[in-house]
């Protein structure tokens, strides 16, 4: 009879298959080096197998392992590129003799100009257009130092120098932490670099459902789901969300939302009301007029990025009871510095409500990266099945959730970062009153220094950066609104009193320098007292008003 080997080869081998050659081949007295040497298909190669003799066809045909060939426990055969002995060798072997390649492209430089095509017009007039208003966008080559943030190393072509970050969104140095980096160096030597596919396909791993068990816990909501950014998180929610309730969905919107929230509702292809910047009595005049029986959603945030506001969470929420909505709760620049544990706003002034949704980013507070949503579990479930931009992606690397969820966990317990962040944030307000430099009025940790002209914010930014080492960029329209121009200060925990008398110094030479107005040329109008801190009287602290959140942080210790 036909040994094993010889058997399966007849199955998936077309020359075998042949009639003729099938009768041929049901005689014990034809083996498979016999076909081999006869096959069409095989016959060339069949020195590649190093079976030369006829012993070595021997020892070929007694051993199915010698082509790959082993039976699984179901007796089905299971072919593999390597013998059982090899099974155990490690990547680095496989990597071992790589060499640097020389790529077959030719350099930027040595490709000529192109002809121009119809289009390339558009294009340069567009970005001429940004230009001529002061609003096109110069990226600055930053390396932070670890270890050493807020310090960082400037690098434009060959050019080097030292200067102080004032403008990140990493508003604890988390980035920086111990913590942090251990629980990333340990995933990477645990699991390598990336995650190897969707969540669907091989890119679910132990790190992201244990990171969306934490920041379900957070929030104290009964699921969690990670995404690549919250920009993705709100965008995918928000699109998905119509889809399922139905397109008789109204979005209810807050003038001064997020960019991701407003494509999102966009996306949603559904109807959508914008009520003025936290005016309560506005959105509930929208949402009487509109019939109760529609799936509604309030779509707001707890600090708004640009201006330091804060939505009025518990009278948006009691709306959303009072008006059977639902509430979509951005906290992107809140989680981590506010509240007893970090979960933000809403945990600091103790709102809590099923009818509410919780986004929230990792890249901020939390510093590392990625974002996510969290809420009731079908609702989660309903994203996670339906969401695109949640399904047709790559899920986050090992390295990236180890290290927030570590961040997440420190967060929860320490209060040092939170209160030394409080501390320099209102130190910093005082020295630029002191400078009078026009600090507008903010419930939170940002300071947006006003300027109203989108070049000279440009200038300001640029002379701080080649003149005093200082980087703070400026933010232009369209994520403000033309003539509400400014520098966007964020400090950190980890900025020093010496730091901060710089900054503060630099600053008011530069308004001196390009002739910008100060705080004292404001305040000669009535109406801009509402715009911008006010100087302490003798004697007292800066009045930051009933609405900021520190204020209320003092109510709570009182």
Known sequence: MMNFSSRVTKKLCPYLKNSTVREEAASTAYSLPDAMKQCPYVKDLYSGFGVEDQKDTNNLESSPRKLGIIPSSSNQPKLFKMEQSETSCKCKDFYADEKKAECPMKSSEEISESNPTQYDHKFDDAITQLKDEGRYRKFINVERHMGSFPRATRREQKDKSEVVVWCSNDYLGMGQHPKILTAMHNAIDNSGAGSGGTRNIGGN??????????????????????????????????????????????????????????????????????????????????????????????????????????????????????????????EVHAVGLYGPSGAGVAELIESHSDRVMISGTLGKGFGVYGGYVTGNANLIDVVRSN?????????????????????????????????????????????????????????????PLFIGNPVMARTAS????????????????????????????????????????????????????LGLKLLDDYLVEPEMHEKFFLPAKKGKKIDIGDNHLYTYMDSLIL
């Open 205 to 330: 791993t132990k790190y992201i459902e244990e990171l969306e068990n934490e920041v379900a816990q957070l929030h104290g909501k009964e699921k969690g789901l990670i995404f690549s950014s919250c920009y993705v998180a709100n965008e995918t929610t928000l699109t998905t969300l119509p889809q399922i309730l139905g397109p008789d969905t109204i979005y209810f919107s807050d003038s001064k939302n997020h960019a991701s929230l407003i494509h999102g509702m966009r996306n949603g292809r559904c109807d959508r009301k914008v009520f003025r910047h936290n005016d309560v009595e506005h959105l509930e005049e929208l949402l009487k007029e509109t019939d109760i029986s529609r799936p509604k959603i309030i779509v707001f945030e707890s600090v708004y990025s640009m201006c330091g506001t804060v939505g009025p969470i518990k009278e948006i929420v009691d709306l959303a009871e009072k008006y059977d909505a639902l509430c979509f709760l951005d």
């Open 387 to 447: 969401g695109a931009g949640f399904i047709f992606t790559t899920s986050l690397p090992p390295t990236v959730l180890a290290g927030a969820k570590a961040s997440i966990n420190h967060l929860r317990t320490s209060q040092k970062e939170r209160s030394k962040h409080r501390y320099n944030t209102s130190t910093l307000l005082g020295k630029l009153i002191d400078q009078n430099l026009p600090v507008m009025k903010s419930d939170s940790h940002i300071l």
């Open 462 to 513: 640029d002379m701080l950066l080649d003149e005093f080492n200082i980087y703070v960029q400026p933010i232009n329209y369209p994520t403000v609104p033309k003539g509400e121009e400014r520098l966007r200060i964020s400090p950190s925990p980890l900025h020093t009193e010496q730091m901060m008398d710089d900054f503060a110094g630099a600053a008011r030479e530069v308004w001196t320098n």
